[in-house]
């Protein structure tokens, strides 16, 4: 048996019998369950406003800065543009371009995460205060964490941009993080237009 | 140039290390042992820091603290310390990753056993021994309750203990053995099924693994925590489970844990099955468990974030004071039922689907005949999956819920039993006029099905609105979830693990003691909870520690039955030892089977195949003359052509 074993370097080459590839495939469905994560926080919300909810909402006296947030939601969406420059970049072999799309990138999830943690600081109520608190603390809370989480992702991609990887051919590590900061932003302009807006 | 990059020796991180410090920095439980401090330490620093920060008084909460930095840092800790996370953080930080030299992979001796490793045989048999341990550790509890529960009045419990111990004992049931005790299983077996060298995450599959361990030490050491274990069931329904003793937390953690390992897995499963099947194993050539566990790793994954988040809610509530659940705020209090169902309505399906699966290889293989309506059945789990996620309020028929969507969820219950009935026919029209061994796995695989019968009927009835208002949390309802989860899953588990204890080990179990232990548990299992039908019609109500006296005779047979229910896993144990150790050699075949696990040798090598397979025909055309599965490497070119002439 063990003898068996080491007379082989390697596992045999597994038969790829789709055409996406594993770790893009991986990505999509961790964002189906991420969805539905955000789907449980939405039915909180919901029941919280339509179904226990206060005839007004948000319930006076609080306000929700739909301006500063929409400013947020421009800077947020513009970051999605420069991660799209930086993966067409490393397609076409430009380094540069891809290094420069990623730190821009970078820049600007961190500025929505700054603004975001300095609207919580002046908003004018805290998760104790009602439903409201809590729920609103919760949906832009936990899309916080995930612009965080996403920011980290990005980061490590930044590093090994620098670091001489990625490649014309090989660049996978910019490509799917990317599909996740995209994910990250498509859910930003649900949860403020849910939030904010409605 | 990266590629080079990447390969060059001497771009190693750091020299290789000698003597202690290899001891002390390379990856193992040394490491583990202070760097779970370390990360405790971590943790303390960051609540304090953010307390202080957002102004909080006071400062120091011990219950927050321990919360963050005992069940979420440290525990991170022990899995970077272990080298659940090195590759990856080598790749993040962009440095050569190690040339794969397959040192992680395999197992060459027990000691391999208790090392994060990537292959998927060995995550198989961590898994099962794993969740084998919690499933003791829940009997044991069951063994103390029901001596509780033998005579009216209270005997050596008080209702705080006694709530605790349901509650745990449930939630080790649930959360540490059926749950993962099938996903062990089909770790070992789904990759070689399909003819993949291993899964396609290996390094994830791994850390899915060890997230398991953590998950039930944290639940079993609620029992610890002063004021007592989570008492709230293993449902947690708010505001109960908010305002009971702090012990409640360990179970909000504990699930998060077991969720995100069951969601790795899952989501490893569905990549592996779609992505790595060998040439010629379309889907309608796959064996049922593949399929079982496709469907299965679908609910998780779309699933499982819904108990996740009913779970944050419930935490928030308690230790930053949030208001999701709190009615004076405006908090929503039936909103956790709705939240927590939503998952737990497709869990009871995530709890056997799979066994399903596993029913389907064995009577299949011991009728030695194809399975009747192949395809119906792997449509039915497709039915199931759909309209699981349709159901979930008929757990809250007594709630108080809108009253309207009583009668909607009735319906779709009811609609349900429909392919879970097809199921049922197809195993038995398998084994009509088969060629029937009653070996093993094949008695529980029968017992399986004889008892969801009765588990199914009895949750139909509980579907009808009118019968489940008269028996809502009595003990018709804990009838009906043992005749499913023990008489269903469990059963399956055990039909799995017998079938495929010569796969794992290479050695046969002794089968004379594997049928003792089938009566023991059959007999056993039917005295003790099919009683349980009749005092729950007569309104025993569940989860209390005492009871009205003229229940008193019954409770009496069902802890005496329980008792001989609860020794007979002592000859399983026994068996599966001894026979591991000195079991007779198993040899690569020994049902006969024509699924590709068995075509390789028992245990199966490193990479399970030396070529992948061709798949040429479907898996279970037993008694189909000159029918085949797979062709294998050598006379391959020869055997395709026999394979295709008529
Ligand atoms: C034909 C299929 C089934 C139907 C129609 C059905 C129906 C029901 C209903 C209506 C209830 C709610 C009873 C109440 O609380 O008043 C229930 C409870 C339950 N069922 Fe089923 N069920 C079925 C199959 C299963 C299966 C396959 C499992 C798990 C393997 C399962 C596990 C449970 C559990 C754990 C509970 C109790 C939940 C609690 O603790 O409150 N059921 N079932
Ligand atoms: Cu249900």
Same mark, same amino acid.
């Given at each position: 048996?063990?003898?068996?074993?080491?007379?082989?370097?390697?596992?045999?080459?597994?038969?790829?019998?789709?055409?996406?590839?594993?770790?893009?495939?991986?990505?999509?469905?961790?964002?189906?369950?991420?969805?539905?994560?955000?789907?449980?926080?939405?039915?909180?919300?919901?029941?919280?406003?339509?179904?226990?909810?206060?005839?007004?909402?948000?319930?006076?006296?609080?306000?929700?800065?739909?301006?500063?947030?929409?400013?947020?939601?421009?800077?947020?969406?513009?970051?999605?543009?420069?991660?799209?420059?930086?993966?067409?970049?490393?397609?076409?072999?430009?380094?540069?371009?891809?290094?420069?799309?990623?730190?821009?990138?970078?820049?600007?999830?961190?500025?929505?995460?700054?603004?975001?943690?300095?609207?919580?600081?002046?908003?004018?109520?805290?998760?104790?205060?009602?439903?409201?608190?809590?729920?609103?603390?919760?949906?832009?809370?936990?899309?916080?964490?995930?612009?965080?989480?996403?920011?980290?992702?990005?980061?490590?991609?930044?590093?090994?941009?620098?670091?001489?990887?990625?490649?014309?051919?090989?660049?996978?590590?910019?490509?799917?993080?990317?599909?996740?900061?995209?994910?990250?932003?498509?859910?930003?302009?649900?949860?403020?237009?849910?939030?904010?807006?409605? | 140039?990266?590629?080079?990059?990447?390969?060059?020796?001497?771009?190693?991180?750091?020299?290789?290390?000698?003597?202690?410090?290899?001891?002390?920095?390379?990856?193992?439980?040394?490491?583990?042992?202070?760097?779970?401090?370390?990360?405790?330490?971590?943790?303390?620093?960051?609540?304090?820091?953010?307390?202080?920060?957002?102004?909080?008084?006071?400062?120091?909460?011990?219950?927050? =603290?321990?919360? /963050?930095?005992?069940? $979420? *840092?440290?525990?991170?800790? %022990? @899995? &970077? #310390?272990?080298?659940?996370?090195?590759?990856?953080?080598?790749?993040?930080?962009?440095?050569?990753?190690?040339?794969?030299?397959?040192?992680?992979?395999?197992?060459?001796?027990?000691?391999?056993?208790?090392?994060?490793?990537?292959?998927?045989? =060995?995550?198989? /048999?961590?898994?099962? $021994? *794993?969740?084998?341990?919690? %499933? @003791? &550790? #829940?009997?044991?509890?069951?063994?103390?309750?029901?001596?509780?529960?033998?005579?009216?009045?209270?005997?050596?419990?008080?209702?705080?203990?006694?709530?605790?111990?349901?509650?745990?004992?449930?939630?080790?049931?649930?959360?540490?053995?059926?749950?993962?005790?099938?996903?062990?299983?089909?770790?070992?077996?789904?990759?070689?099924?399909? #003819?993949?060298?291993?899964?396609?995450?290996?390094?994830?599959?791994?850390?899915?693994?060890?997230?398991?361990?953590?998950?039930?030490?944290?639940?079993?050491?609620?029992?610890?925590?002063?004021?007592?274990?989570?008492?709230?069931?293993?449902?947690?329904?708010?505001?109960?489970?908010?305002?009971?003793?702090?012990?409640?937390?360990?179970?909000?953690?504990?699930?998060?844990?077991?969720?995100?390992?069951?969601?790795?897995?899952?989501?490893?499963?569905?990549?592996?099955?779609?992505?790595?099947?060998?040439?010629?194993?379309?889907?309608?050539?796959?064996?049922?468990?593949?399929?079982?566990?496709?469907?299965?790793?679908?609910?998780?994954?779309?699933?499982?974030?819904?108990?996740?988040?009913?779970?944050?809610?419930?935490?928030?509530?308690?230790?930053?004071?949030?208001?999701?659940?709190?009615?004076?705020?405006?908090?929503?209090?039936?909103?956790?039922?709705?939240?927590?169902?939503?998952?737990?309505?497709?869990?009871?399906?995530?709890?056997?689907?799979?066994?399903?699966?596993?029913?389907?290889?064995?009577?299949?293989?011991?009728?030695?005949?194809?399975?009747?309506?192949?395809?119906?059945?792997?449509?039915?789990?497709?039915?199931?999956?759909?309209?699981?996620?349709?159901?979930?309020?008929?757990?809250?028929?007594?709630?108080?819920?809108?009253?309207?969507?009583?009668?909607?969820?009735?319906?779709?219950?009811?609609?349900?039993?429909?392919?879970?009935?097809?199921?049922?026919?197809?195993?038995?029209?398998?084994?009509?006029?088969?060629?029937?061994?009653?070996?093993?796995?094949?008695?529980?695989?029968?017992?399986?099905?004889?008892?969801?019968?009765?588990?199914?009927?009895?949750?139909?009835?509980?579907?009808?609105?009118?019968?489940?208002?008269?028996?809502?949390?009595?003990?018709?309802?804990?009838?009906?979830?043992?005749?499913?989860?023990?008489?269903?899953?469990?059963?399956?588990?055990?039909?799995?693990?017998?079938?495929?204890?010569?796969?794992?080990?290479?050695?046969?179990?002794?089968?004379?003691?594997?049928?003792?232990?089938?009566?023991?548990?059959?007999?056993?299992?039917?005295?003790?909870?099919?009683?349980?039908?009749?005092?729950?019609?007569?309104?025993?109500?569940?989860?209390?520690?005492?009871?009205?006296?003229?229940?008193?005779?019954?409770?009496?047979?069902?802890?005496?039955?329980?008792?001989?229910?609860?020794?007979?896993?002592?000859?399983?144990?026994?068996?599966?030892?001894?026979?591991?150790?000195?079991?007779?050699?198993?040899?690569?075949?020994?049902?006969?089977?024509?699924?590709?696990?068995?075509?390789?040798?028992?245990?199966?090598?490193?990479?399970?195949?030396?070529?992948?397979?061709?798949?040429?025909?479907?898996?279970?055309?037993?008694?189909?003359?000159?029918?085949?599965?797979?062709?294998?490497?050598?006379?391959?070119?020869?055997?395709?052509?026999?394979?295709?002439?008529?």
């Amino acid at each position: 048996m063990a003898a068996h074993a080491e007379a082989h370097h390697g596992p045999p080459i597994a038969h790829q019998s789709s055409r996406v590839d594993a770790p893009t495939l991986g990505m999509l469905l961790f964002i189906a369950s991420e969805i539905m994560l955000f789907g449980s926080f939405f039915t909180i919300y919901f029941f919280a406003r339509v179904v226990a909810g206060p005839d007004q909402w948000p319930p006076p006296p609080f306000h929700l800065p739909v301006f500063v947030a929409g400013i947020n939601t421009a800077i947020l969406l513009t970051s999605s543009f420069t991660m799209h420059w930086a993966l067409q970049a490393i397609k076409r072999g430009n380094r540069a371009g891809m290094q420069a799309g990623l730190v821009l990138t970078l820049a600007l999830g961190l500025t929505f995460l700054l603004t975001q943690i300095r609207e919580y600081s002046r908003v004018g109520f805290s998760p104790q205060d009602g439903a409201f608190g809590s729920t609103f603390y919760g949906l832009t809370g936990l899309h916080g964490a995930h612009v965080f989480v996403g920011l980290t992702i990005l980061t490590f991609a930044t590093i090994r941009a620098f670091r001489g990887h990625f490649t014309a051919a090989e660049h996978r590590g910019v490509e799917i993080s990317g599909i996740y900061w995209h994910f990250v932003d498509v859910m930003w302009i649900v949860v403020y237009t849910t939030v904010y807006i409605l | 140039m990266t590629e080079v990059l990447d390969q060059t020796p001497q771009a190693q991180a750091a020299p290789p290390k000698t003597g202690w410090r290899r001891w002390l920095l390379g990856p193992g439980f040394v490491r583990a042992a202070w760097m779970a401090p370390l990360f405790f330490g971590i943790g303390f620093l960051i609540v304090i820091g953010l307390r202080s920060i957002a102004h909080y008084e006071p400062l120091l909460n011990w219950l927050i =603290v321990v919360t /963050v930095a005992g069940l $979420v *840092t440290a525990p991170l800790g %022990f @899995l &970077a #310390g272990i080298g659940a996370f090195d590759y990856w953080v080598y790749y993040a930080l962009g440095y050569p990753t190690r040339p794969e030299d397959h040192s992680g992979h395999g197992a060459r001796s027990w000691k391999d056993y208790f090392r994060v490793n990537t292959d998927h045989k =060995v995550i198989g /048999v961590q898994y099962v $021994v *794993t969740t084998i341990f919690f %499933f @003791l &550790a #829940g009997g044991l509890m069951a063994m103390i309750f029901r001596a509780e529960l033998a005579k009216p009045g209270m005997q050596f419990l008080d209702n705080q203990e006694y709530n605790g111990l349901i509650s745990v004992h449930a939630s080790l049931m649930i959360f540490l053995f059926v749950i993962p005790a099938f996903a062990g299983l089909a770790n070992f077996v789904i990759p070689l099924m399909i #003819g993949a060298p291993d899964m396609a995450f290996p390094r994830l599959n791994a850390l899915s693994f060890w997230l398991l361990p953590i998950a039930g030490i944290i639940m079993l050491s609620s029992l610890a925590v002063p004021g007592g274990a989570f008492g709230a069931g293993w449902t947690g329904y708010a505001p109960l489970s908010v305002v009971g003793t702090n012990g409640n937390v360990w179970f909000n953690m504990g699930v998060q844990w077991a969720g995100a390992s069951s969601i790795m897995t899952a989501l490893n499963f569905l990549v592996t099955i779609i992505t790595m099947r060998a040439p010629g194993m379309t889907f309608w050539r796959m064996p049922l468990l593949v399929w079982a566990n496709f469907t299965t790793s679908l609910l998780v994954v779309l699933a499982t974030p819904f108990i996740a988040g009913s779970q944050f809610f419930v935490m928030f509530d308690r230790l930053i004071k949030t208001n999701f659940f709190n009615f004076h705020e405006s908090g929503y209090v039936l909103g956790y039922q709705h939240i927590f169902w939503f998952y737990s309505h497709p869990a009871v399906y995530i709890m056997m689907l799979p066994g399903f699966g596993i029913a389907s290889e064995v009577i299949s293989v011991f009728s030695r005949k194809p399975i009747f309506g192949y395809r119906l059945m792997a449509l039915s789990l497709c039915a199931i999956l759909v309209l699981g996620f349709s159901v979930w309020a008929h757990h809250m028929f007594v709630s108080g819920m809108a009253n309207w969507l009583r009668v909607p969820m009735m319906v779709t219950t009811l609609l349900i039993a429909v392919p879970t009935g097809i199921k049922v026919f197809s195993w038995l029209a398998t084994t009509w006029e088969g060629r029937i061994h009653l070996a093993t796995p094949m008695l529980f695989a029968l017992g399986f099905v004889s008892m969801f019968v009765i588990g199914g009927l009895s949750g139909i009835m509980l579907g009808a609105v009118p019968i489940d208002i008269h028996v809502s949390d009595t003990y018709f309802v804990v009838a009906h979830i043992h005749y499913v989860l023990l008489g269903g899953s469990l059963f399956t588990i055990f039909a799995g693990i017998y079938y495929w204890f010569p796969k794992m080990t290479g050695r046969m179990y002794n089968e004379r003691l594997g049928k003792l232990h089938f009566w023991l548990t059959f007999i056993g299992f039917n005295l003790t909870f099919f009683p349980m039908h009749i005092i729950g019609v007569q309104g025993m109500p569940r989860r209390v520690s005492d009871y009205d006296p003229q229940f008193g005779t019954w409770n009496m047979i069902i802890s005496i039955s329980s008792f001989f229910l609860g020794a007979s896993f002592i000859v399983f144990l026994y068996n599966a030892i001894t026979s591991w150790i000195r079991g007779p050699l198993a040899g690569a075949n020994p049902w006969h089977a024509m699924t590709l696990e068995w075509q390789v040798s028992s245990p199966p090598p490193i990479f399970n195949f030396d070529e992948i397979p061709q798949i040429v025909g479907g898996p279970y055309e037993y008694g189909v003359p000159g029918a085949r599965h797979a062709v294998f490497n050598g006379a391959r070119e020869h055997e395709l052509e026999e394979a295709r002439s008529p």
